[in-house]
Structure formats: C-alpha cells, structure tokens
C-alpha cells in the first residue's frame, strides 16, 4: 500500500501508511521512503532529516544495506573479481 501511495503521488498517505509502519518497527528502508514523500514536496530539510536517520539506522544496524553491500563487496574481492 506504500508504494501503490508513492507511484500515485499520494505524499500525505504514503507518509500516513509509513508512520503506522515505523510505529512498530525501526527500519531504514520506510524511513527513505520517508524522506522520498518530502523531498517530491520540496521540503528538503524535512527529507534530510530522515535520509540521515535512515543512513544512521543503517550503519548502526548490523544488518543494515550498507554493511550488507560492504559484505558482498568484500566476498566478490575474494573470488579475484577487479573494480569496475
């Protein structure tokens, strides 16, 4: 129901439907969408504000995307795959 809210551009419910979602568990990826339904407002220090909780949740999550993508990086390093 997030993202059908999100891809209609309907800001103030997809916020609605995150906060509900964000009630009951701390989660970086709602807290992007989040700051997604501000920034689309124009309200960029509001955005700001949750994608930087959203990157903060994420470093201190031991699963967080973040270290999930550094793991995948490191593992591909391993198998002698080069950079891009």
Not at 10 to 27: M, T, Y
């Amino acid at each position: 129901m997030i993202e059908r809210a999100i891809a209609a551009s309907d800001w103030p419910r997809a916020r609605r439907l995150i906060r509900e979602e964000l009630k009951n568990r701390d989660d970086h990826w709602l807290l992007t969408r989040l700051s997604l339904t501000y920034y689309e407002q124009k309200q960029y220090r509001k955005s700001l504000q949750y994608v930087t909780e959203a990157l903060h949740s994420t470093v201190l999550s031991a699963r967080g995307l973040g270290l999930r993508w550094n793991a995948g990086h490191v593992e591909t390093k391993k198998e002698g795959a080069s950079d891009l």
